[in-house]
């Protein structure tokens, strides 16, 4: 079936898979080929301050297509998958002006519903219940608070960052307030979107990923990933910076740890987050899979 000559004519590509599998190679090779830009769904990368243990496009990539949502933010401010769900849609509605295909890439399932499906209204928290609970937090360690959220909302447990105790916090807050989980949030039938989309996902076995995976925090390393993570050490606690590359070096940093065992719990959590990718995106039975090197079958798939 050739996608690209169906009858609704603005669409976008979703690429999927996880971390260090080579979705950004794919999707800059086939915005060139559709004359397109990129909007990222990876949350880490919208920060500008983590240019090595985010793994954004380098400036060679960045100059070859134009991307939106990287590097647009620093880790003072916040953001969340609902206030992306509103920006990236604008930012949609304003390139389908002139592209009848967009390509959106990442490996942050939350913000790929964000576009695909939407959200319902989040609640509000109020300022009491969130001290409260980043005090018991505090006094019981985020083993606790996994085990909280794995009890209460396994399906958003399975797809986030388990090691960020705001990501788990916030779970935890929205269920006190309303009784209902934070995965439920999500829009029970999916928004109805004003284009079609058209989904893949990248996949390939888990020994070579996992095999990736050590061979680009060894990278991460070689490039300075160390003093990155000190020059971030007075912003250690925004929430932003609570994610696999830069936790485990500020314990190292904060001498609860080797360099040795912090470099080997990066790859371990690394190892564990990629796991929880694939998990969260073969649930969706929409999305056609391939493996990084069949970029021939892909351009097929799509109608290139």
């Known amino acids: 079936m050739n996608l690209m000559s169906m009858k609704n004519t603005k669409r976008i590509l979703v690429i999927v898979g996880p971390t260090a599998i080579g979705k950004t190679r794919l999707s800059i090779e086939l915005a060139k080929a559709l004359n397109t830009e990129i909007i990222s769904c990876d949350s880490r990368q919208f920060y500008k301050e983590l240019l090595i243990g985010a793994t954004p496009p380098n400036p060679k ?52 519903d964000a576009i695909c499906k939407g959200f319902d209204k989040m609640p509000k928290i109020s300022t009491e219940l969130r001290i409260q609970l980043n005090q018991e937090f505090k006094q019981k360690g985020i083993a606790w608070l996994q085990e909280e959220i794995k009890k209460i909302d396994p399906i958003f447990f399975e797809s986030c960052d388990t090691q960020n105790p705001q990501r788990l916090l916030r779970a935890l807050e929205v269920y006190k307030v309303t009784g209902e989980t934070l995965s439920s949030f999500k829009s029970e039938t999916a928004k109805v979107r004003p284009f079609e989309i058209i989904r893949i996902g990248l996949t390939i076995d888990r020994a070579l990923l996992y095999e990736r995976i050590d061979a680009r925090v060894d990278k991460m390393l070689e490039e300075g990933l160390l003093e ?31 360099l040795e065992q912090a470099v080997a719990n990066i790859k371990k959590n690394t190892r564990r987050f990629a796991k929880r990718q694939l998990t969260w995106f073969k649930k969706d039975e929409s999305i056609k899979w391939f493996e990084p090197h069949q970029i021939k079958e892909i351009k097929t798939f799509i109608g290139l």
Do not use: R, W
């Not at 509103?86 to 399932?109: R, Y």
């Not at 912003?235 to 696999?244: E, G």
């Open 61 to 112: 990539e960045l100059s070859e297509v134009k991307h939106h949502f990287i590097q647009h933010l620093s880790v003072e401010n916040g953001f969340n998958a609902g206030q992306f769900e509103i920006d990236a849609m604008a930012k949609i509605e304003e390139l389908h002006k002139t592209k009848d295909t967009i390509i959106i890439v990442g490996g942050s399932g939350l913000y790929i």
């Open 228 to 258: 990155e993570v000190e020059s971030l050490l007075p912003l250690q606690k925004k929430n932003a910076l609570q994610t696999v590359g830069y936790k485990e070096i500020f314990s190292f940093y904060n001498n609860e740890c080797t």
